[in-house]
Structures are given as C-alpha cells and as structure tokens.
C-alpha cells in the first residue's frame, strides 16, 4: 500500500486519474488516513456537497493481510449531515481487495460540470473510468448484479443507491459483503451524499492476479495472530455472545437496564423487546434456513453477522443489526422481526443510514405522520425516500431537518446527527461521547456502553456522573486507534478486557511493518488523530457549545429510572484535556 489513487472528477475533458506515493502519508491507514487526508486538504468551511470537499477511501494498515478482523475501510469527508470532519467505516470485502491491489487510499477530488454518473473499475493493470448514466437510480443491489454481468463474480463493490445520488444527508456509502451483496454500509454522516456529488455512482475492484500482503516477519506475524485469535475465541462476548446472537444479544441487556430508547427516546424500556431480540432473531433465522452466525468479509473469526431470510426461506437481507433493530423497532414502537428486516433492506438498496432512518420515523411519528408501532406506514415513509419524493427529501435528510420541518421539540441529535441505540440518560458514559465526539452523536466513537453496563474494561456505574468523562476520552482515543488499523472494533472486548490480545495486536503491526511499537504509541497515535479531527471542527467553526446534548436530556427523567443527563457541562469540556 504505497500509492494512494487520486481522481479529479471536475478535470477538464472529463475525469482524470493519477496514482501518486503515498508520500507524507506513509505509514496510516483507516480512520488516520482519511482524517490526516481531509483535515489538511479540505477546506473547512467549504460546502460538503462542492467541488472542494474530498471523499477518501482507506483501508486498514492490516487490511489485505492474514490478520484476523482487518478488513474495515473507513470513508472521510466533511459532513453534509453535521458539517464536521467524518470517518465512517464499515465491513465487507473491499477493503481487503483494495489493499491487496496496493492503494492506501482512493481519493475522489472535485465536481463534474454536467450532472453525469460514472462508474470505475480498478484492477492490477490500472484504472478506468466510463461515464454511464444508464446506472442512475438503480438501488445497491441491482447495481452490483449489473456489475457482475460486467466485470464477472470475482469483485468487490463499493457504491452508491439513490439516496447518494439525490445528495441526502442520510446516504451511506455501500460495501458489498462476500456473498457480494452490497450489505455493509459506511452509513454515518451522509457520506453517500458527497460521493454523490462527485458523480461517481460505484467503484468495481478486481484484485485477480494479485496476493495477500506478506508481512516483514511471517513467523511472528503468524504467531502474534494466532495469539489474537485465541483472545478473540477465549473472550464470552466475541468468542460467544456476537457470533450465536450477533450485536442484536444487546438488546435484552440494554432493555434490562432500562437504556432501550422508546418511542423517540420518551423510555428506557419496550414492552415488544423479546420479539425483536437477538435470541429470537437467531432462532427465527435457523429455523426458515438462514444463517445466525457468518462473518462480513473473509478473516473474520467473531462472525457477529448472519443472513435473514424471509417466512418461504428467501433471502430477504443481512441479519439486521443490533442498531438497526432498535432505531425501526422499539424507537418506532414496531415489534415485528420481519417488518425490520425489511426496512434494512430497503435502507440498504436506497443507500440509507438505518440508525438515521430509524431515528427520523421515530420524530415524524412524534410529529403525527404515522402511529408508533404502524410498520406499514415505516414502510411506505421510507418508500418515498427511494423514490425522492418531497416528503422523502426531508426525511431523506436526517432526524435534525425532520423534526424541524414538522415542528418537534424532542429531536435526539449531536451536531445534526441521531442518537444511537443507548439513551444517555440511562448510560451516562455513552451521553459524553455523543456530546464531544468529533462525529456528533456516535456510540463507537468510544463505547462506554463496554464500562457502563458489560463491565468490559472495569466499571463505572452508569447512572452517575463520576468517572465517565475520563471514561468517555480514554474509549475515545482507543478507538481512533483501532479504527486506523483496519481492525473490527468488536476487538475492543478482548483487547480491553485482555492485556495478551492487546499485546498481540500490537506485535501483529510490528511483525507486518517490521516495527517496535509499544502501548504507548498506540495511545500516542489515538490521541492525534482526534486532536486533528477536533482541529478541523473548530476551524469549520464549531466550539465547545456544540459539544451538548439536547436539552432536554436534561429536563425530561428517563423511566423507568427516571433521571437526567447529569454530567456537568465544564467537565464535557474537560474531553480534550491530557
Ligand atoms: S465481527 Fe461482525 S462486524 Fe466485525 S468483521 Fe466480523 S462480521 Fe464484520
């Protein structure tokens, strides 16, 4: 991975590519590639849908390699969901393919002039863009159908669905999985929607002729991994609770504690939540012929995914996932595995972020556009999406321009983006990161969840404010250095919980780049990347303000706990303090 492949879609005569060296970007990948890309090379005030943002695509510095769990890419940009800088990543096969082909990243540049599709084929022997508009419209899973009549079954897709292309600020960008079905999503922050303005509608990736990454010390690499794989396999959460029930096992546990949010975030707990369970989903799949327990890209050994299949064994979508289940199901009111599922599935034909979405039916519910619990009417609110309707571009554009439109004091957004499946009243260690990640509101961006309520990593009561901004920073920064290593953030379990998986990790990066890392780096390394990606935000014009909840969060008391957001706002500004 030693040339990043830069395209200029606004070059005159149409669009040009060049591949460079990787140059003052050697040595990053994931999150710290496309945040160290956007932070120094996009203007912070510019408009996220102009020609001056940039969208880059990383993988992982471990990406393309026989590491366990490598496979994230993460997509940057400048949002056009919460206008801060933006790192979404995602599973599936292209990461591994793109680093295998031997790109640290793809950076798309500028505009075209004419509102023209094109569609990019990259394999070993170079790069080939062709401008084809017959492509416009076509959600996600008819358009890598049409790429494989094309480019045969050997590929890996990364695109858009519609939701791009009309540059809503929900669309994700789509990644398609090894079954090559275009189920896995960079779904956050309306990244879909600068691609979208670039014109590019998908890129096709064939790495046919090429290998594996090889490690400076295949002996150590092959040890340290297998010592990574055994914390894996030895932890109970990654080595049982993910792959019998997927993520959707936490739906009971946060129920339980009271942090399911309900009907637009009114109550920590749904009465439907055991039809919609982890338990239930897996038992549902078993028993038509689906499959509980599958991995998102080749190499993972969690295999936290599955595949969802319909009341006559069809498939119907990937195991929706714990997010998902939650943001259509208990904050919609809607009990019914089957209706979820389908949402999933339309959110990912569309191109749909399905924590946004499910946040946004949840605020036109409250705003009387349909019943809570009315899974037909959740059907049909996200058809109009698809279909660009008026009322779809509203809803199309999040839960924030939603609420405001109809009128809604409850909207659960963090600098224009939707809570996830926690509610920070009831886990107070997750309501910090959502106010002062660089992302808005963002339950991975340091998942005190893990503390708070696992007891993963130690524990710090989750109904207090004590601990949980230290909490919240300490999560904040190992996260933005696993997500620059490519690895699944699910690793974080054992790696927290396990001094010799966090020791393997790091002799897995030594082994492969011939390194002598130590913890502290690795510390060192989180630590700049939000310091850039904060940088960035306060140049963009954001300051500690932002870095709120809601308020009502903190007037309204959560049942069945009945409590508020207690953590003081100076001490949120304490995030950045090491
Ligand atoms: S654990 Fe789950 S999300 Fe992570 S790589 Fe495996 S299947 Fe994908």
Known sequence: MDKILRINMGAEGGPKASTVPVGEY????????????????????????????????????????????????????????????????????????????????????????????????????????????????????????????????????????????????????????????????????????????????????????????????????????????????????????????GTNILANVINEAGAYPTHNFQWGRFLGTSKISGETQAETEKARGGIPTHGCHRGCVIQCSGVYTDKDGHYLTKQPEYETVWAHGANCGIDDLDSIAMLDRLDDDYGLDTIEMGATIAVAMEAGLAKFGDAEAAIKLIKEVGKGTDLGRILGNGAAVTGKVFGVERIPVVKGQAMPAYDPRAIQGIGVTYATSTMGADHTAGYAVATNILKVGGYVDPLKPEGQVDLSRNLQIATAAVDSTGMCLFIAFAVLDQPDTFQALIDMLNAFYGLKLTADDVVALGKNVLKMEHDFNTRAGFTKEHDRLPEYFKKEALPPHNITFQVKDEDLDKIYNW
Do not use: W
């Open 26 to 245: 050697a040595g990053l990948g994931g999150r710290a590639m496309t945040s160290s890309i956007v932070s120094k090379e996009v203007p912070p005030l510019c408009h996220p849908l102009g020609a001056d943002n940039k969208l880059v695509i990383a993988p992982g510095l471990l990406s393309g390699t026989t590491a366990s769990q490598s496979g994230r890419i993460s997509v940057g940009c400048k949002s056009p969901l919460t206008g801060t800088i933006k790192e979404s990543n995602s599973g599936g096969q292209p990461s591994q393919v793109l680093a295998r082909l031997g790109y640290a990243a793809i950076v798309l540049e500028g505009k075209p002039k004419e509102g023209n599709f094109y569609k990019i084929f990259i394999n070993k022997d170079g790069v080939k863009i062709t401008q084809d508009n017959s492509l416009c419209m076509l959600g996600n899973y008819y358009l890598v159908e049409k790429m494989k009549e094309e480019y045969g079954d050997k590929i890996a897709c990364i695109s858009i669905g519609p939701a791009g292309e009309m540059r809503m600020s929900a669309a994700s960008v789509a990644f398609t999985d090894m079954e090559q079905r275009p189920t896995r999503h960079a779904g956050r922050g309306g990244s879909g929607a600068v691609m979208g303005s670039k014109g590019v509608k998908v890129i096709v990736l064939d790495d046919t002729g090429m290998s594996a990454r090889v490690a400076k010390d295949t002996e150590a690499m092959r040890k340290a991994n297998k010592a990574f794989v055994d914390g894996l396999r030895k932890h109970p959460v990654t080595g049982e609770g993910l792959p019998a029930f």
